[in-house]
């Protein structure tokens, strides 16, 4: 009789391990997902509030050239046509064109204009603005794999016709 109630306790022993092991390992299951949730959540968010950003920062820069084309269409339309770098706090475009732009605002975006004559009528300049950046989902650091794009056509509108 000893001996059997030593078995029996030995069992139930083993049992109590088996299921606080099982618990242990569910527990770490529910952790894990939530904290896949909570950093997915977080990087979409990130995500929102880079891309909110990255539209304001080109309707800047769009609203900017559309000045800058008002005040002063002879100059602005001499520009030679290709990129330009459009830092923050700057007002308008100058110089000439660039091959590529570092990040330029927050040190994290890369504004950029593009200047071009294509699809815009005879006369007018398309100003076309884009916003770049990148983050973890991006291939690497410099790999800007997200961005906000605004353009616009762009005419004299102070020239008086001839009769």
Same mark, same amino acid.
């Given at each position: ?6 078995? @029996? $306790?030995?069992?139930?022993? =083993?049992?109590? $391990?088996?299921?606080?092991? @099982? ?6 299951? @529910?952790?894990?997902?939530?904290? @896949? ?23 800047? =820069? ?16 001499? $520009? ?15 110089? =000439? ?20 004559? $294509?699809?815009? =009528? ?42």
């Amino acid at each position: 009789m000893e001996i059997y109630l030593s078995q @029996v $306790l030995r069992r139930q022993i =083993g049992q109590g $391990l088996i299921e606080a092991l @099982v618990a242990l390992g569910a527990a770490v299951i @529910v952790i894990s997902t939530i904290a @896949v949730a909570v950093i997915t959540a977080v990087s979409n968010s990130d995500f929102s509030k880079n891309q909110n950003l990255a539209k304001t920062y080109a309707e800047q =820069g769009l609203e900017s050239i559309r000045t800058q084309a008002r005040n002063d269409w002879a100059s602005f339309s001499t $520009l030679a046509v290709g990129q330009y770098c459009m830092a923050e706090g700057v007002s308008e475009v100058s110089g =000439g064109p660039v091959t590529s732009c570092n990040k330029n605002i927050n040190n994290l975006f890369v504004r950029s204009v593009d200047i071009s004559t $294509l699809n815009c =009528g005879t006369g007018a300049r398309k100003a076309t603005v884009t916003v770049a950046w990148s983050d973890s989902k991006c291939a690497n650091d410099t790999d800007y794999c997200h961005n906000a794009l605004l353009e616009t056509c762009l005419n004299n509108i102070n020239s008086v016709p001839t009769p």
